[in-house]
């Protein structure tokens, strides 16, 4: 194993204690569900294997988030269980799958999600399973006819009988209600084969995953660069651009201030951005901060790289349609090269994928002003829930077009006062707004009270 972290999402499959005997400085989490990997912070080198997965108590772990792991440059390895179905899913995408049941998926020799679900108790408790998968009664089956333990035919008829019933009722004791008399000593065998661990092919297939885990081969294949596009290789071969980063940013960054009320670093920048005169300064700094460097990284300034981005050259004007983004200062007063820089400042999201927020965020924090904001939020959601029985939120659209009449000044649009802010169009505008709503019409009675006094 290489130095890097490892984390393994594990349990029922196998336990804490079975990852920690292979691999004793590996992180173990509980089954994955949505959210649980964008929650964390990836770096390359690390490696995440996904055992188990929930399918039912939670919503099952989304298949961006695993992509947005491997674009983080961590390796996404799948076994045994959820991990061998989102590994033959993702396969193309960099996500890599080890072992017989990601074999079976992978083939299409097998293919629901019931496969590998089973019920089990509680963690506390170790996982006890009350059901059998069904990916391991196949498993047992054929293993049982080529040792000749299990006849053929009985181990397609419990098969069978198995797979007709819902993966919540495959208690041993329904399975055999649903067969006949002359296979029960075959399941019978199968149950003892199966609870001992012989057959169990998908504790099978995870100990091997992290064996070839802890024995480096997922970090050295991926050092060497082999198999980009081999099926389970594990090396991604696909950009992804802007997945899920908003929504892992404000999982990573999620906190509880008070009882039952949370809010991610992304609530206290939208409190910046709505409520603070002077953000739209710090946007725009810090936005053609990035831009010189992108330019710079190939040579440029930023008017020339702008230049070459919109396809102008330097005695072509901005199109028309283009003026919506300045204010009509701004058109009057600046000069070509400097209408282009701001242009790409205030249309980010057209043309570049990279995440601006971490750097405005950066600059929030040091601003000194960071607890201001944080207190915005806490008291908007205070005044959200003294409102709740009286104010209903409206839509995000009319959320936005309320707001923007604190910003619309003569000489400037709607568009240029939402980029000016970072938002792009009503819809991220009203999103944001929401949250704030109710303190903003507080806000506008308290003024109103105050100015008629």
Known sequence: MSGSRVVVYAGPTISAADVRAVLPEAEVRPPAGRGDLLADQWAPGDVVVVIDGYFRERRSVGHKEILQVLTEGAQVVGAASMGALRAAELVPCGMRG??????????????????????????????PAQTVALVNLRYGCKEGAETELVEAASGRRIVAAAAALPFTHRGWKDIERALDDQDHDALRTLEEMIGSGVWDVKRLDAMAALREVAGGAVAGREAAGQGSVEPGSGKADVTF?????????????????????????????????????????????????????????????????????????????????????????????????????????????????????????????????????????????EVAEEARPRLVVPPPAMCAKLFLRHWQRRGTSPDAEMARRGFSGLDGLGGAVRRFFAYDVRRGRERGSAAAR
């Open 98 to 127: 080890l072992g017989t049941v990601y074999g079976m998926y992978a083939a299409g020799e097998i293919d629901g999600d019931d496969e590998v679900g089973v019920l089990h108790g509680p963690a506390e408790m170790g996982y």
């Open 241 to 381: 651009t802007g997945i899920s980063r908003g929504q892992s940013l404000a999982r990573r960054t999620r906190r509880e201030y008070a009882p039952g009320r949370w809010m991610s670093d992304l609530d206290v920048l939208d409190a910046a951005r709505l409520f603070d005169e002077d953000y739209p300064a710090v946007h725009e700094d810090v936005l053609t901060g990035l831009l010189g460097e992108f330019a710079g990284a190939g040579g440029m300034t930023a008017e020339a790289y702008g230049m070459s981005k919109l396809g102008l050259d330097d005695r072509s004007p901005l199109p028309d349609p283009l003026a919506r983004w300045f204010t009509e200062r701004e058109r009057a007063e600046l000069a070509a090269a400097d209408r282009t820089r701001l242009l790409m400042v205030r249309v980010w999201p057209v043309w570049q994928s990279a995440d601006w927020r971490p750097a405005v965020l950066a600059r929030l924090r040091e601003s000194g002003r960071w607890a201001d904001w944080c207190d915005i939020v806490a008291r908007a959601d």
